[in-house]
Every structure is written in C-alpha cells, then in structure tokens.
C-alpha cells in the first residue's frame, strides 16, 4: 500500500515532533510513508469561518497532492474531520451554485481513503497492540472532532491500554469539550478560556502525569491552561506515545 503522511498547519509550525512520531510508528509497523510536499492546509479555518469560496482551491491542493496515494493518514481528528465530513460539503455546495461537479468529484476521491492515526491503525492495519513502552500514567481526552465526526470510539484507548507501562486513568468529564474550537477560542476567549479551565481542574485531579489527545491543537489550548494553573501534567499526543519503545521514549 502507499500511505502519505499529512502533517497539518498546527503540527507542521508548532509540533513537528507529533509527524516524526508518525512515521517512526508507522515505519515500526512495516509502512512505508510517502510525504508530497505540495501537501499545505486542508482548509479548516477558513471554512468554519465562513469563507467556503477560499477554502475550494485548498479542497482542489489537497486532492492533487495525494492522489497517488492508496491512503492519507494525519495525526489530527480535526483535519481528517474536515476532509471527510466538510469537503463532500463543499463538493455539493460548489454543483448546487452550478460550478460543475468537480469539487465534488475531488472530494469523492479524497474522503474514502483519509484516516485519523489512530483507525488506521486499528480499522487498516489491524493492530492494537503496537509494541510501544511508556511507563507513567495517562488520562486521555477525546478530542470534540474525533469524538462526534470522526467517531473513534475507544479506538485510542485500546491502542493505550496496550502500551507497556502505561496506566491508563479515567478522565471526569472526558467528552466536554476543552473549549479551543480553532477560530472560537480567539472569537470566544472568555467562553474557551473557561471551558479550558474546567478540563485542566479534571484532568489535574487524576493525578496523572501526562493528559494524551489525538490533536495538538487541543493539546495546545490543554497545555497552556494546564502551565497557567501550575500543574505539572504534561500535554502529549497519542503518537508520540505509541512510538515510544523501552530503548527510545518520546
């Protein structure tokens, strides 16, 4: 199978670590993992912004640069959320306004074969158990676009619960939102700053030593209210996790 890796804006400027865990896992699990550089944004913001035209070209970059790809998997729930649920959206809005059906036949190409990390694993490659070692206590927290579009399910706590050395930690109030909502954290700082606070108090309360995401956008908003409280509860994302082995933790 030929598998790209799509980095995402939030994990390509701010958590570069995240994408090499990727292909480091990935490699572990016998993939071989392309990169198209003509990859860039897949148009999340400027579509829950409102500005559906501008994301149409970016709807069009995505599709051409992994169309020789069999699969595209991200370590981001957000971004493969927006792929799946809004670029077939866009498709149909683009034919309704008498566009042609391009974008939509784009968006049919590129929505079957984008995975969230973590079902691809599970759903593709059939693995839970991905020989990874990380001895400290983790709380997870579903992320709103894995949880509700993508519907991961217990896909990331499986993959956890099998990591050596991990004690896997309930989370009170797991499924509320952290409050980053991309745009709606800069539009609604008072409302996203508070939600933020409810989950750094809750996952604080675990007692863990780390609070683990599929998105690194949340764990960016997650980890900023975590370090303003004083806690020291380290932010990570699941991938860095699962590629962590006895010889080399991430």
């Not at 866009?90 to 306004?97: F, M, W």
């Not at 070692?133 to 676009?145: E, G």
């Not at 499986?158 to 930690?169: H, I, K, N, Q």
């Amino acid at each position: 199978m030929r598998v790209a890796l799509f980095i995402t804006c939030v994990n390509d400027t701010l958590y570069p670590r995240t994408g090499q865990a990727v292909v480091t896992l990935l490699e572990r699990l016998g993939v071989e993992v392309g990169f198209p550089p003509g990859q860039s944004c897949c148009g999340q913001a400027q579509f829950n912004t409102g500005y559906r035209h501008e994301t149409e070209p970016l709807v069009r970059r995505f599709a051409e640069a992994f169309e020789d790809y069999d699969y595209v998997v991200t370590p981001s729930g957000s971004c493969a959320a927006m792929v799946r649920d809004n670029y077939p959206r866009i498709g149909a809005k683009a034919a309704a306004e008498g566009r042609g059906q391009e974008l939509a036949e784009l968006a049919a190409a590129a929505v079957p074969k984008t995975y969230e990390l973590t079902e691809f694993i599970t759903d593709v490659l059939k693995v839970t158990d991905v020989g990874a070692y990380y001895p400290h206590t983790v709380t997870y927290h579903p992320t709103c676009h894995g949880l509700r579009m993508l519907r991961l399910g217990d896909r990331p706590r499986r993959l956890l619960a099998a990591v050596a050395g991990l004690e896997l930690v309930e989370l009170p109030g797991a499924e509320e939102c952290c409050g980053f909502g991309g745009t709606f954290a800069v539009k609604n700082t008072a409302v996203s700053a508070a939600m933020g606070a409810d989950k750094a108090r809750n996952i604080t309360a675990t007692g863990a030593e780390a609070v683990c995401t599929v998105d690194n956008s949340c764990q960016m908003h997650i980890g900023g209210t975590l370090a303003r409280q004083g806690s020291t509860v380290r932010p990570v994302h699941i991938a860095e996790i699962l590629a962590s082995t006895e010889g080399d933790v991430w």
